[in-house]
């Protein structure tokens, strides 16, 4: 899940603690009379549609909204049931077969149907939508040729009707692959896979610029998002907050929340968001770096592990950056080392691969070629055929309104000009722009952007980088990754997974589409007064995966 400078909560802990609440009367066993939660999600939303969600303050709100068929255990080391009751594997591993759980409704009370969830699969594969986490779904029988498919041709909704998705009857959807894909059961569980009502979306029809209106962040989307989960947006104030309520129409496999409102307020300054928190405003948010000395003994602090890696982002489909040797100088003059100690204050790992500590295919010793070193760092410079009065004016694109990105925006700045000679010069935006623009590849360097594990396996962060991949913000296309990573995905045994996995590893390494910074260690502040906090490896903000289980206390 792209992480950009925003909050990501993940680890593989559990910790006590959770749910919060305005102060008020209290009843019987020491619960706050107003179970009301407020918490911080950092940006606005682009976007309501599960189809087409990327970041993390989008998955925030569509975890709780939509539910997939799967999900992911407490321990993260498996999937459980969640809009599904189960599912079965055939013997060719080609054929999954989900088993809805029966009398599960809508928000608006309509029941929830398997041609609900063909609808919303179709739609991720549709080249029209242009979903941003297709490549996850291109495994299902037909799905690359058609995603591949011009969005004007005339035989595409055909074509889409060819797709391995089907409806066996009202509590039965089934996906045929291509090929057997272990890690599949894994892409049931994000919350893309969501199902989508083509009724509601025919309701709304399409704005001026062809959006499906039925998804727009505006204030009448407690009527037009309809969803299937815990929760139902009653609320939206834009560019400020967005207010989520129990669906009272919710029947499936959680047990019913105790929270009666979550607030997602979108303060983009954790500066602003951690004041917020001390006055008793928000009842969790992260620690701003400045403040790091400060909380180290607090009993309200929450270290968070995180599987999430960070990096620099060159755009390789522009000068300098097309130029591969470019790209290598500037990612060996970089020391990470010290980043983490001084930046970070110790608040991380410092890495130079892709996949995080605590992962499978975890390899360190293949980040040389990204290695801390100023003498090769030139020396690629000068392979490169450009120098360093040349790059002057190279602009390094960055959340200016977050005031952790503009530090690490000045120590990459510092360190290009103190080991290559390069006058690198800070190009902040706004957290929202920042994103659009990586997206459209108007840019020239920036970040940090980064990934937390949709899952855990490889795959979810090898095929960020494949070719045309809506998740991959650089432009980027290597053969021989290409390759690596598509026979990765495909291998059933592990050996041979791991051998793929490794060449696709040192590759990027090597080619360097991005500089590799850090894995993050999260700090939060949670109120004493926050019960039953469940923190699973991919929650958004802490605990929206065990919603279920928070309670407010007696504050």
Request: with cysteine; charged share 20%.
């Amino acid at each position: 899940m792209q992480l950009g400078t925003g909050i990501r909560a993940l680890a593989l802990v559990t910790v006590a603690a959770f749910v919060a609440a305005a102060c008020g009367g209290t009843t019987s066993g020491g619960l706050a009379s107003a179970q009301e939660l407020r918490v911080n999600i950092g940006t606005e939303p682009g976007t309501f549609d599960p189809g087409l969600t990327q970041w993390v303050y989008e998955a925030a709100v569509d975890r709780n909204v939509f539910e997939a068929p799967l999900k992911a255990s407490q321990d993260f080391k498996s999937v459980v049931p969640n809009a599904a009751d189960s599912f079965s594997i055939d013997s060719t591993g080609t054929v999954y077969t989900f088993k809805l759980h029966p009398g599960a409704k809508w928000s608006d009370g309509v029941p929830v149907k398997a041609a609900d969830f063909v609808y919303g699969w179709q739609r991720i594969i549709d080249p029209r939508l242009a979903a941003l986490y297709s490549a996850f779904f291109l495994n299902i029988k037909n799905a690359a040729k058609v995603n591949a498919m011009n969005p004007k041709d005339p035989g595409l909704d055909a074509a889409i009707q060819t797709l391995g998705l089907k409806a066996v009857d009202d509590n039965t959807f089934q996906v045929t692959l291509e090929a057997p894909a272990g890690y599949f059961k894994w892409v049931a569980s994000l919350w893309v896979a969501a199902p989508v009502r083509q009724d509601i979306v025919a309701k709304y029809g399409k704005d001026s610029s062809g959006n499906d209106k039925w998804a727009a962040v505006a204030a009448g989307a407690p009527q037009s998002v309809i969803g299937n989960g815990q929760f139902k947006i009653s609320e939206v104030v834009p560019k400020d907050h967005i207010t989520l309520v129990p669906n009272p129409n919710y029947a499936g496999n959680s047990p019913k929340a105790t929270l009666t409102k979550i607030t997602l307020f979108e303060i983009d300054d954790e500066t602003v968001a951690y004041a917020k928190y001390k006055s008793g405003e928000l009842d969790m948010a992260t620690v701003p770096l400045a403040d790091t000395a400060a909380v180290k003994s607090s009993s309200e602090l929450v270290k968070v592990p995180e599987l999430t890696v960070f990096w620099v982002d060159f755009n390789t489909k522009v000068a300098p950056f097309d130029n591969v040797k470019v790209r290598q100088a500037f990612s060996q003059a970089i020391d990470r080392d010290t980043y983490v100690a001084s930046v970070l204050q110790g608040r991380g790992v410092s890495s130079s691969t892709l996949i995080p500590k605590g992962m499978r295919n975890y390899q360190p010793e293949l980040g040389t070629a990204q290695k801390f070193d100023p003498t090769a760092a030139k020396a690629a410079l000068a392979a490169s055929g450009e120098s360093a009065t040349a790059l002057t004016g190279i602009k390094y694109l960055y959340d200016s309104n977050s005031p952790t990105g503009k530090t690490i925006a000045e120590y990459v700045q510092a360190q290009l000009k103190t080991n290559l000679g390069v006058n690198v010069v800070l190009d902040g935006t706004d957290s929202k722009t920042e994103s659009a623009r990586l997206g459209k590849l108007q840019y020239q360097m920036g970040g940090p952007s980064g990934w937390g594990a949709d899952y855990p396996d490889s795959q979810d962060w090898f095929d960020i980088f494949l070719t045309g991949s809506g998740n991959q913000f650089n432009g980027w296309s290597n053969a021989t990754y290409d390759a690596a990573v598509k026979a990765g995905d495909a291998a059933a045994d592990d050996t041979t997974r791991d051998t793929q996995y490794a060449t696709a590893e040192t590759t990027i390494v090597s080619d360097a589409p991005v500089v590799f910074l850090n894995q993050r260690i999260q700090w939060w502040l949670v109120k004493p007064y926050v019960k039953g906090l469940n923190v699973t490896p991919n929650d958004d903000w802490l605990g929206d995966l065990s919603t279920y289980s928070i309670q407010i206390g007696q504050h």
